[in-house]
Nanobody, 120 residues
Framework: QVQLVESGGGLVQAGGSLRLSCAAS????????MAWHRQAPGKQRELVAS???????NYADSVKGRFTISRDNAKNTVYLQMNSLKPEDTAVYYC??????????????WGQGTQVTVSS
């Protein structure tokens, strides 16, 4: 089995920082694109940032200049460094990745979600 395990969420004051981590584990052959999404109460899930296996990145306009996505391919881990946090960043953050398992099946996987709350 393959799974994504997230960590790093919590409560922070506006202007503060948090770093999220998401590690792929299990019978992983290769991890392709990885991304972070978020879902606020009453809203649809939205893409926050993505990164290819080669390191190319893409960001939602709302987080450009404040968030940085990175990855460690040796650890099959993706990170999201969030700076200058705003109350509107409050949401459950989900990790997503396309993973090829050891039997060469390629599937999308999602983490369980981690709560980020930014107080004003």
């Amino acid at each position: 089995q393959v799974q994504l395990v997230e960590s790093g969420g919590g409560l922070v004051q506006a202007g503060g920082s948090l770093r999220l981590s998401c590690a792929a584990s299990g019978k992983v052959f290769r991890v392709n694109d990885m991304a972070w999404h978020r879902q606020a109460p009453g809203k649809q899930r939205e893409l926050v940032a993505s990164i290819t296996s080669g390191g190319s990145t893409n960001y939602a306009d709302s987080v450009k200049g404040r968030f940085t996505i990175s990855r460690d391919n040796a650890k099959n881990t993706v990170y999201l460094q969030m700076n200058s946090l705003k109350p509107e960043d409050t949401a459950v953050y989900y990790c997503n990745a396309e993973i090829i398992s050891n039997i060469l099946i390629r599937l999308p996987y999602w983490g369980q979600g981690t709560q980020v709350t930014v107080s004003s």
